[in-house]
């Protein structure tokens, strides 16, 4: 079909009611000038929490308005693979490197990492043009044995996948998938033997803690641990496992070639600060760059697997479209999950970030680059400016691998994993992934898109990738946490989104960045909201309009305006009720707690108080959490003090509505009409009351081991009645 020729490879519609949607807006923001307008009006009854409030309502209107640039201009991508076939096939599709990061065996165990390792290898695109890079950043000789255990396995798998167009790619998701595709392909049996035989062995070496003697001495790949001391402490690893040139041992059962399959362990030393995750990244863009070099690079964290094979030849759609690909430095998937519950209890889809809000950058030519899931140019993520001439030529590729042998390939390639070697260079400044940052993603893509570069977000409605989604709320807290600190450290970073490359970022994508680096100091007016209506609700004290007031209209079309729409949203993007109410809590959640030690924290910091360690959330659990996650049953099970805010803000909120309704009921008619005046305070309390209801049920009914520890009872219990009773005394 010549006709094909001429056609742009994607195509970038809008949303549909996108006018409803901006009238709908700018009617809110009427709405939220007015109630500024009453609380300007109304001031000194009583002074401040009136002030407090009207703070509170100041910043909650600029977060609106942040997260309304994000909705602004919602443009979806379609991608037409056949062109791209019919352009590039067989003479120029460009190879493609794949990064893998682990950074802990016992957190991420090695049989999940290779299954990753697997699904990425079977992409559905030329093989010798594949280059998978492993980076373990435990230099662990057991997730290295498994690797081992993968290379062989993959002559199976491979021609596997290939002749039954098994899908999804990663084994152990295809073998649990099975029981639903009826007609076995032929051959599964012995594959699926093969297959539970390695996952054996590997999850023995596991159990074991190290690599059986037979095996190390058998194979003198291990030689290279002999050297080590500990994990902080030992010397740059690498092994090129398959290698297109390694004529024997790099084919599958069927004699075709398998795709480049590369471990490393980046050397590290104690007194070197290694970096974290951007620091392996960075070993991995110069270690690759030796070996295979290729023009596009895709990083995926070690529990994402592939569920598309066609991913590869969809994001080469975006970079090699003739007139808008160019400009394109990095095609964003979202971070989606394979074990999520029906109505995601903890908020883990991060469902309006991934269906609504990284759409809605995507409008203003930038979404957010989230560390994994993620095609790179390599020109751009190595520190290239973009200019409008920029043009890559595709076909011409340089194959450093083809004149040296793999063991000199080998040792060129561990020099450039060395501590020493980004010592006095741009690497982690203004090359590759930058330092210093707790998200060190955001501040990357950030960065990339200073320097004139666009990004694209690519959401298929069959998902890129699926992961492995926290099951228990402290993780998420804690996830969270850190999240919301490291955006809170753009906001005053040289790349801050407020000052930072005038001229290149256009304002919507700003604000859009506004939205999320402003995540932690959010906790302050959610907290004043949570306290300050209860608190003077309980001592009879309004602090908001009456409702035969005109003022309470701006007031009420603002809260039922947003419910309603962000439960349409939620809908509309297929949630549940139950998962926006879900969503909604957890927004709570975040909000009183893991924000608020974010902030917290960074202010320490800003005074050079405290370092906070980096946490890598834990995705292993024992068969009772796992149950309880099923069930959608919330699990705290440990104290900590983010569960002691929660459940001292769910107690306060709980005893000022029963004091109110106790008054109430003994009052009767009379005291009705002293409460005419409070009744945004009582619904808010009702609210509040009614979304805690998962922690009454941790503190008091449950009997499970996911319960709120009684210590935690008791110390929240006290801390709400205290502030009950001391505010009846000096309000
Ligand atoms: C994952 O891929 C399978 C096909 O292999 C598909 O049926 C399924 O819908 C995909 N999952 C998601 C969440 O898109
Ligand atoms: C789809 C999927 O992988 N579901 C898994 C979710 O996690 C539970 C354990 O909690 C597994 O049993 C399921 O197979």
């Given at each position: 079909?010549?006709?094909?020729?001429?056609?742009?490879?994607?195509?970038?519609?809008?949303?549909?009611?996108?006018?409803?949607?901006?009238?709908?807006?700018i009617?809110?923001?009427?709405?939220?000038c007015?109630?500024?307008?009453?609380?300007?009006?109304h001031?000194?009854?009583?002074?401040?929490?009136?002030?407090?409030?009207?703070?509170?309502e100041?910043w909650?209107?600029?977060?609106?308005?942040?997260?309304?640039?994000?909705?602004?201009?919602?443009?979806?991508?379609?991608?037409?693979?056949?062109?791209?076939?019919?352009?590039?096939e067989?003479k120029?599709?460009?190879?493609?490197?794949?990064?893998?990061?682990?950074?802990?065996p016992?957190?991420?165990?090695?049989?999940m990492?290779?299954n990753?390792?697997?699904?990425?290898?079977?992409?559905?695109?030329?093989?010798?043009?594949?280059?998978?890079?492993?980076?373990?950043?435990?230099?662990?000789?057991?997730?290295?044995?498994?690797?081992?255990?993968?290379?062989?396995?993959?002559?199976?798998?491979?021609?596997?996948?290939?002749?039954f167009?098994?899908?999804?790619?990663?084994?152990?998701?295809?073998?649990?998938?099975?029981?639903?595709?009826?007609?076995?392909?032929?051959?599964?049996?012995?594959v699926?033997?093969?297959?539970?035989?390695?996952?054996?062995?590997?999850?023995?070496?596991?159990?074991?803690?190290?690599?059986?003697k037979?095996?190390?001495s058998?194979?003198?790949?291990?030689?290279?641990?002999?050297?080590?001391s500990?994990?902080?402490?030992?010397?740059t690893?690498?092994?090129?496992?398959?290698?297109?040139?390694?004529?024997?041992?790099?084919?599958?059962?069927?004699?075709?070639?398998?795709?480049t399959?590369?471990?490393?362990?980046?050397?590290?030393?104690?007194q070197?600060?290694?970096?974290?995750?951007?620091?392996?990244?960075?070993?991995?863009?110069?270690?690759?760059?030796?070996?295979?070099?290729?023009?596009?690079?895709?990083?995926?964290?070690?529990d994402?697997?592939?569920?598309?094979?066609?991913?590869?030849?969809?994001i080469?759609?975006?970079?090699?479209?003739?007139e808008?690909?160019h400009?394109i430095?990095?095609?964003?998937?979202?971070?989606?999950?394979?074990?999520?519950?029906?109505?995601?209890?903890?908020?883990?889809a991060?469902?309006?970030?991934?269906?609504?809000?990284?759409?809605?950058?995507?409008?203003?030519?930038?979404?957010?680059?989230?560390?994994?899931?993620?095609?790179?140019?390599?020109?751009?993520?190595?520190?290239?400016?973009?200019?409008?001439?920029?043009?890559?030529?595709?076909?011409?590729?340089?194959?450093?691998?083809?004149?040296?042998n793999?063991?000199?390939?080998?040792?060129?390639?561990?020099?450039?994993?060395?501590?020493?070697?980004?010592?006095?260079t741009l690497?982690?400044?203004?090359?590759?992934?930058?330092?210093?940052c707790?998200?060190?993603?955001?501040?990357?893509?950030?960065?990339?898109?200073?320097?004139?570069?666009?990004?694209?977000?690519?959401?298929?409605?069959?998902?890129?990738?699926?992961?492995?989604?926290?099951?228990?709320?402290?993780q998420?807290?804690?996830?969270?946490?850190?999240?919301?600190?490291?955006?809170?450290?753009?906001?005053?970073?040289?790349?801050?989104?407020?000052?930072?490359?005038?001229?290149?970022?256009?304002?919507?994508?700003?604000?859009?960045?506004?939205?999320?680096?402003?995540?932690?100091?959010?906790?302050?007016?959610?907290?004043?909201?949570?306290?300050?209506?209860?608190?003077?609700?309980?001592?009879?004290?309004p602090?908001?309009?009456?409702?035969?007031?005109?003022?309470?209209?701006?007031?009420?079309?603002?809260?039922?305006?947003?419910?309603?729409?962000?439960?349409?949203?939620?809908l509309?993007?297929?949630?549940?009720?139950?998962?926006?109410?879900?969503?909604l809590?957890?927004?709570?959640?975040?909000?009183t707690?893991?924000?608020?030690?974010?902030?917290?924290?960074?202010?320490f910091?800003?005074?050079?108080?405290?370092?906070s360690?980096?946490?890598?959330?834990?995705?292993?659990?024992?068969?009772?959490?796992s149950?309880?996650?099923?069930?959608?049953?919330?699990?705290?099970?440990?104290?900590?003090?983010?569960?002691?805010?929660?459940?001292?803000?769910?107690?306060?909120?709980?005893?000022?509505?029963?004091?109110?309704?106790?008054?109430?009921?003994?009052?009767?008619?009379n005291?009705?009409?002293?409460?005419?005046?409070m009744?945004?305070?009582?619904?808010?309390?009702?609210?509040?009351?009614?979304?805690?209801?998962p922690?009454?049920?941790g503190?008091?009914?449950?009997?499970?081991?996911?319960?709120?520890?009684?210590s935690?009872?008791?110390?929240?219990?006290?801390?709400?009645?205290?502030?009950?009773?001391?505010?009846?005394?000096?309000?």
């Amino acid at each position: 079909m010549k006709s094909g020729e001429h056609f742009s490879l994607f195509e970038t519609t809008r949303v549909r009611g996108w006018f409803i949607r901006r009238v709908f807006s700018i009617s809110m923001f009427v709405a939220i000038c007015f109630i500024w307008l009453f609380r300007l009006s109304h001031k000194g009854h009583p002074y401040w929490p009136c002030l407090a409030l009207f703070a509170a309502e100041i910043w909650f209107g600029f977060s609106w308005l942040f997260s309304q640039s994000l909705r602004w201009n919602l443009i979806f991508r379609k991608t037409f693979k056949t062109r791209l076939s019919q352009r590039y096939e067989d003479k120029s599709l460009p190879s493609v490197d794949i990064f893998v990061c682990t950074a802990d065996p016992d957190i991420e165990p090695p049989i999940m990492v290779i299954n990753t390792v697997l699904s990425v290898m079977c992409y559905d695109y030329p093989a010798e043009k594949i280059s998978v890079y492993l980076s373990d950043d435990a230099a662990s000789d057991i997730t290295f044995y498994a690797l081992l255990e993968a290379s062989t396995f993959a002559k199976h798998w491979l021609p596997f996948c290939k002749r039954f167009n098994v899908q999804p790619t990663s084994p152990a998701a295809y073998f649990n998938t099975l029981h639903h595709s009826k007609p076995y392909p032929q051959n599964l049996e012995l594959v699926k033997k093969l297959y539970e035989d390695m996952k054996i062995r590997i999850e023995d070496a596991a159990k074991l803690g190290r690599v059986a003697k037979e095996i190390r001495s058998n194979n003198h790949r291990f030689s290279q641990w002999d050297s080590y001391s500990s994990r902080r402490d030992h010397d740059t690893i690498l092994q090129i496992l398959l290698h297109k040139n390694d004529k024997h041992n790099s084919k599958d059962v069927d004699g075709f070639i398998l795709p480049t399959l590369v471990y490393l362990a980046r050397e590290k030393r104690p007194q070197y600060h290694h970096n974290f995750k951007a620091g392996a990244m960075n070993a991995l863009i110069r270690v690759s760059s030796n070996i295979s070099n290729a023009k596009v690079i895709l990083n995926v964290d070690c529990d994402m697997y592939s569920n598309n094979s066609q991913s590869v030849r969809d994001i080469l759609c975006f970079f090699m479209d003739d007139e808008k690909g160019h400009e394109i430095a990095y095609v964003q998937y979202p971070q989606n999950f394979q074990n999520l519950t029906k109505n995601d209890l903890y908020g883990n889809a991060m469902f309006i970030p991934s269906e609504v809000e990284l759409h809605g950058a995507d409008g203003y030519g930038g979404p957010l680059y989230i560390g994994t899931c993620c095609f790179h140019r390599r020109d751009a993520l190595s520190g290239k400016k973009y200019d409008s001439g920029y043009r890559i030529d595709w076909k011409n590729e340089i194959d450093h691998a083809i004149e040296s042998n793999l063991q000199e390939l080998e040792e060129k390639s561990k020099a450039l994993a060395r501590c020493t070697y980004e010592e006095n260079t741009l690497w982690g400044k203004k090359m590759g992934l930058r330092y210093g940052c707790l998200v060190e993603d955001v501040i990357t893509g950030l960065s990339i898109q200073s320097q004139g570069w666009k990004s694209v977000y690519y959401n298929p409605m069959r998902k890129g990738f699926l992961g492995v989604a926290p099951t228990t709320l402290l993780q998420i807290l804690v996830q969270h946490k850190r999240w919301s600190e490291g955006h809170f450290q753009i906001m005053f970073s040289n790349y801050s989104p407020l000052w930072h490359a005038p001229g290149t970022i256009k304002l919507g994508l700003r604000m859009g960045y506004l939205h999320f680096n402003s995540w932690a100091t959010t906790s302050l007016p959610i907290l004043c909201y949570s306290i300050i209506p209860s608190l003077y609700l309980l001592n009879g004290i309004p602090l908001f309009p009456k409702i035969c007031s005109l003022w309470f209209i701006p007031f009420a079309y603002v809260i039922l305006g947003e419910s309603i729409y962000s439960l349409v949203e939620f809908l509309i993007f297929g949630g549940t009720i139950q998962g926006w109410w879900n969503d909604l809590r957890m927004w709570l959640y975040k909000g009183t707690s893991s924000y608020l030690f974010a902030f917290i924290d960074n202010i320490f910091k800003f005074f050079g108080l405290s370092d906070s360690p980096f946490t890598i959330t834990t995705k292993i659990m024992d068969e009772d959490v796992s149950q309880r996650y099923e069930k959608e049953v919330m699990e705290f099970g440990a104290s900590s003090p983010l569960f002691t805010i929660l459940a001292t803000l769910a107690l306060f909120n709980l005893f000022c509505l029963l004091s109110t309704l106790k008054d109430l009921l003994v009052l009767g008619e009379n005291g009705f009409r002293d409460y005419e005046e409070m009744v945004l305070q009582i619904l808010l309390c009702g609210f509040l009351v009614l979304i805690n209801f998962p922690i009454y049920q941790g503190l008091f009914l449950r009997k499970d081991k996911g319960r709120l520890p009684s210590s935690l009872v008791i110390k929240s219990t006290t801390l709400a009645l205290s502030a009950c009773i001391i505010s009846k005394i000096f309000i």
